[in-house]
């Protein structure tokens, strides 16, 4: 019986921060960056699927026009972040926005410029749920970094305290001793595509 009850959950959901202008990459957007043959915002929302991730949320920002007809987004909830210039709290919010109309009970948060976190680290990040009340991250060395799991019930507390670049920094730190921490250094690399010395990382 417990099987059928399992089956019959909502599955977590893939929430993909993918507004970035790319400043530091000559306003590239990341979004559009190449990386095994298709465009990173494409390749990040496969690695979320692969992970375990049910339904994919994407908040689109700089060039949202253009990311839309270059890459497959289909299959995706495809949202558009007015004020991404404002930093990554106001993509996480509308995020949340939208989940918060959905009958997902959580969250998987990934960044579009971090290809070195693959569909392994999201499966490790995804058996820390538990309840909507959950709160995950994976660590690397100790580190707390991406992905992020937020159970349904701290939405509404995480969008209020996400401002600028910080995100969810302040919600984590003020509730430190309430996460999972999911080692992933192993299996996974949590770089940054930055700089132009960065695109190395893209194939």
């Not at 007015?82 to 997902?104: C, F, K």
Request: proline share 5%; glycine share 12%.
């Amino acid at each position: 019986m417990d099987d059928l009850n399992d089956k019959a959950k909502p599955p977590v959901a893939g929430l993909l921060l993918a507004a970035g202008g790319g400043r530091r990459l000559g306003g590239r957007p990341k979004a559009l960056l190449t990386h095994q043959g298709r465009p990173l915002v494409e390749y990040a929302v496969g690695v979320l699927r692969e992970g375990g991730c049910g339904q994919v949320h994407v908040v689109l920002g700089a060039s949202a026009a253009q990311v839309r007809e270059h890459a497959d987004l289909s299959g995706c909830v495809v949202l558009d972040n007015p004020d991404w210039e404002q930093g990554m709290g106001s993509s996480l919010r509308v995020g949340l926005a939208s989940l918060a109309r959905t009958t997902a009970p959580a969250a998987l948060v990934s960044l579009v410029d971090q290809p070195g976190i693959g569909a392994a680290a999201v499966a490790r990040v995804l058996t820390a749920y538990a309840s909507p009340s959950s709160l995950a991250t994976a660590t690397y060395d100790g580190t707390r970094g991406h992905p992020v799991l937020f159970g349904a019930e701290r939405w509404a507390a995480i969008g209020a305290s996400a401002v600028g670049d910080r995100g969810a920094r302040a919600y984590l730190a003020e509730h430190e001793s309430e996460i999972t921490r999911v080692e992933c250094a192993d299996i996974a690399e949590p770089y940054d595509i930055d700089t132009p010395d960065d695109l190395r990382h893209l194939e």
